[in-house]
């Protein structure tokens, strides 16, 4: 079974500075691990996806993450917010492997950039 | 373009009645969708396995006599909300699994009961 937790359900940033959102895993198998955004009243857009390559995984709109096994988190960073940033992010695992497709979703992180 | 589409994007029925929302792989196939379901500034829920010429697997909570799916063929996928009450309004998202390890989303329906 896989579960996520995102730590914090809201955080709140002023633009330039850096961005951190945290996300534990919990897996019985070898994750795969997801960030996804989500704009107000709009669909899911991946930032970014580890599927056990690389731990650093770079993704869109200078986002990247680091997959850290003994930590269990999988941490989503980008080094100078914007504004155009500000929105929800969900961190999600699957299976692995075995089951990719069946995403279990963390509570989401809203994330507020101020001028 | 989208590679996954849903319709409707949005759609208001009045309570009681059923409404259809389909899910579309457009460029490839795809035998396992799943549907998930968002309340307003909630996370998404993982509703249903949708399986292409089987039964869908339903997550622990899920009405499936409520929420029928149904995987016709390998790149359509429908989830069809049978007498809706207002409490089932909601936005309900697809996505197709292709192999190895990607993962497209649809566009999502918002369901609005009245």
């Known amino acids: 079974a896989q579960s996520v937790t995102q730590l914090g359900s809201h955080v709140s940033v002023s633009e330039g500075a850096l961005v951190l959102l945290r996300c534990n895993y919990s897996?019985?198998?070898?994750?795969?691990l997801f960030w996804y955004v989500q704009y107000p009243n709009q669909g899911l857009q991946l930032l970014l996806k580890y599927t056990s390559a690389a731990t650093l995984v770079k993704g869109i709109n200078g986002f990247e993450a680091e997959f850290k096994k003994s930590e269990t988190s999988f941490h989503l960073t980008k080094p100078s917010a914007h504004m155009s940033d500000a929105a929800e992010y969900f961190c999600a695992v699957s299976g692995g492997s075995g089951n990719t497709g069946k995403l279990i979703f963390g509570q989401g992180t809203t994330l507020q950039v101020k001028p | 373009g989208a590679v996954v589409s849903q319709h409707p994007s949005r759609v208001i029925c009045k309570s009681g009645t059923s409404v259809k929302i389909e899910c579309r792989s457009l460029?490839?196939?795809?035998?396992?969708m799943f549907w998930y379901r968002q309340f307003p500034k909630k996370s998404l829920m993982l509703m249903a396995t949708s399986n292409e010429g089987s039964k869908a697997t339903y997550e622990q909570g899920v009405e499936k006599d409520k929420f029928l799916i149904n995987h016709a063929s390998l790149t359509l996928s429908t989830l069809t909300v049978t007498s809706a009450h207002p409490e089932d309004s909601s936005f309900y998202i697809c996505?197709?699994?292709?192999?190895?390890?990607?993962?497209?989303f649809g566009e999502g329906s918002w369901l609005t009961v009245v």
């Open positions: 897996s019985s198998v070898p994750p795969y």
């Open positions: 996505s197709a699994h292709r192999p190895p390890n990607t993962i497209y």
């Open positions: 460029d490839f196939q795809a035998t396992t």
